[in-house]
């Protein structure tokens, strides 16, 4: 900005100008200390829109504001300084440190026999890496669903090849949310990168270790006969609220529910985030159901080609139901 740009103030409170304030301008504009100890008079609150303008390409803060509340009378100014949330309390004429903006809540229901799910658990992640995004993870059984008539449901069977790595997701997600997205990617990452069957004893326990989960995981959950409970809970809440029929399905923090999206390979980058962009403006469109691509002989093999560990380890025959 330039030398008496009306932007000149703000950066005093955001601690990026350390120019003297003379008497004659103390008039016009507050008296700010350039540290992050804040004093003097109370001075205006900085809007969130100039905040992102004015430190554009600073490397001392942030370049994302897009989670930071609208303060109260009280706070003036909210700002990500080195990694921390600051709220400068004017009235206590000191800095107080907050805790971090609430990240954007969004449900994922999973099962981690699906190689679709999968793909899109990788973008999702990699979406997380760029945004404050808090991902719930949550279940849903393609076992269930496809069920035929007259075979057993997944809960009733000693093992089943979604359903018991869904138990043992749903004891650790009791512990820590964290602990079920680490045994979910390790489960992935087995069966679908590596043709590695996740839900035989053996190959579990390798990778509930390599998780860091407790050594009697597997066992305990199995014996926890309310895991069924957990796994069946968000399967029901699936098909009842949402109309579920297979995954992935996210909730945005609208409350709409979407099936996908479904994308091979998962994009990163600069591409996983434009697709979430296009997500979330496709779920405040109301009456759009379903945007979807033919797929030529030429996707067909390249989907081939990244699901060939999967298909060459299964032990299942696909079902696909179509959209209702």
Not at 259 to 281: R, Y
Request: proline content about 8%; hydrophobic content about 35%; glycine content about 4%.
């Amino acid at each position: 900005p330039e030398r008496n740009s009306p932007f000149t103030p703000r950066l005093y409170a955001l601690g990026l100008r350390r120019r003297r304030v003379t008497p004659a301008r103390a008039s016009v504009y507050p008296r700010l200390r350039a540290s992050t100890n804040v004093s003097g008079p109370k001075h205006n609150p900085v809007s969130l829109a100039t905040m992102s303008w004015i430190t554009a390409g600073s490397s001392q803060l942030s370049t994302s504001y897009t989670n930071c509340v609208r303060l109260s009378p009280k706070y003036l100014v909210c700002s990500k300084r080195d990694g921390r949330c600051m709220t400068f309390d004017a009235s206590a004429e000191m800095p107080r440190c907050e805790d971090e903006p609430v990240a954007t809540e969004i449900d994922f229901y999973f099962d981690p026999m699906c190689p679709w799910a999968y793909q899109t658990s990788v973008w999702i992640r990699d979406v997380r890496t760029q945004i404050n995004l808090d991902i719930r993870w949550r279940f849903f059984s393609l076992e269930e669903i496809n069920r035929p008539d007259g075979k057993r449901h997944p809960w009733e069977r000693p093992l089943a090849y979604g359903w018991t790595p869904m138990r043992i997701a749903a004891w650790l997600r009791r512990i820590d949310m964290d602990l079920c997205d680490r045994w979910y990617e390790a489960c992935g990452r087995a069966l679908h990168l590596e043709g590695r069957r996740f839900y035989e004893r053996e190959v579990a326990i390798e990778l509930l270790e390599s998780i860091g989960a407790p050594a009697t995981a597997w066992d305990d959950a199995i014996a926890d006969t309310t895991t069924h409970d957990d796994v069946r809970t968000d399967h029901d809440h699936a098909v009842a609220e949402y109309g579920g029929f297979g995954v992935p399905i996210i909730v945005l923090p609208n409350g709409r529910a979407l099936f996908g999206p479904v994308v091979v390979p998962a994009p990163t980058g600069a591409e996983a985030l434009k697709l979430w962009e296009m997500c979330t403006v496709y779920s405040e469109i109301t009456g759009l159901f379903e945007i979807k691509r033919p797929k030529t002989a030429t996707d067909l093999r390249m989907i081939a080609d990244q699901f060939h560990p999967y298909l060459a380890s299964r032990q299942w025959a696909t079902i696909e139901r179509p959209a209702p």
